[in-house]
């Protein structure tokens, strides 16, 4: 069964843009995405939909279904995760829907949280992925669980940026 996702995206003044629907964008494939395209851009902090959408045909088709006109009621079938994107300033919201209760995985608006979170995001599933295969070294479904080498020099490009953004894990909580 797909994981659906909606991505909230609001312009200037808190004004909605666009609800960008997903059949399969869990947080890390989300999270790691938006990080990357947001630090393409010149100035992150007021990076609009369009290059948020070029990037992803570019680089993460599966991330964008459709583009709704937020005016449009949402369907009643709750989403497995919503994501919310303000900019100017820059607010990112992740939130995982799991039996109707919403828990949330990232409310900032520092690039380096957000780079943090992918790397954590990343490891985590790169973990997971070995877990799976010490057991099993060549099980059908391997070749669709990714390959957690890549997985995780993903994790460590990220913990760069996240410190080039000036994030350090001693200003944070646990």
Same mark, same amino acid.
């Given at each position: 069964? *797909?994981? %659906?996702? &909606?991505?909230?995206?609001? =312009?200037? =003044?808190? !004004?909605?843009? $666009?609800? &960008?629907?997903? %059949?399969?964008?869990? *947080? +890390? ?5 938006? /990080? ?10 007021? $990076? ?12 993460? *088709? ?5 583009? &709704?006109? #937020?005016?449009? +009621? ?16 820059? !607010?990112?919201? /992740? %939130? ?15 690039? =380096? ?16 992925? %070995?877990?799976? !295969?010490? +057991?099993?070294?060549?099980? +059908?479904?391997? &070749?669709?669980?990714?390959? #957690?080498? @890549?997985?995780? $020099? $993903? /994790?460590? @490009?990220?913990?760069?940026?996240? /410190? ?8 944070? *909580?646990?």
């Amino acid at each position: 069964m *797909p994981e %659906r996702s &909606i991505l909230d995206w609001y =312009g200037p =003044g808190d !004004r909605p843009l $666009a609800r &960008i629907y997903s %059949r399969w964008a869990p *947080p +890390p494939h989300q999270l790691p995405a938006l /990080a990357d395209c947001l630090a393409e851009q010149p100035e992150p902090h007021a $990076a609009s939909l369009d290059a948020y959408r070029q990037w992803a045909h570019a680089h993460a *088709p599966h991330l964008i279904s459709a583009v &709704i006109d #937020p005016a449009v +009621p949402e369907t009643p079938v709750l989403p497995d995760y919503r994501y919310t994107v303000r900019t100017n300033p820059l !607010r990112i919201t /992740a %939130r995982v829907q799991r039996a109707g209760v919403w828990t949330t995985l990232l409310e900032s608006g520092d690039l =380096g949280d957000l780079h943090a979170e992918a790397a954590r995001l990343l490891a985590e599933q790169a973990l997971r992925i %070995r877990a799976l !295969r010490e +057991p099993h070294p060549h099980p +059908p479904f391997a &070749i669709h669980l990714g390959d #957690p080498a @890549r997985l995780e $020099a $993903a /994790a460590v @490009r990220h913990e760069t940026s996240a /410190a080039a953004a000036g994030w350090h894990p001693d200003h944070h *909580p646990a």
